[in-house]
């Protein structure tokens, strides 16, 4: 058996960014962002005021990709 536990930083920010996303869309900030951004994936960006991070946080929602039905 393992048990595992995750403090710090990072961890409250991924908290925090699960709240401000909908259901399907997968929230970056833009450390990650800058990562992914070669990829040339759709986002929206967007200023949101998060806890512990002060005002005007910026958050990059990618943009849902659904199956052809």
Do not use: W
Not at 8 to 14: K, L
Not at 21 to 46: M, N, R, Y
Request: contains cysteine; hydrophobic residues 35%.
């Amino acid at each position: 058996r393992l048990d595992f536990t995750v403090l710090g930083p990072a961890v409250n920010r991924a908290a925090r960014m699960e709240k401000l996303a909908g259901p399907g869309e997968i929230c970056l900030d833009e450390t990650t962002f800058k990562l992914v951004s070669p990829l040339d994936v759709p986002v929206h960006q967007e200023r949101a005021d998060v806890k512990g991070e002060g005002s005007g946080f910026s958050v990059y929602k990618l943009t849902p990709i659904r199956k052809p039905s």
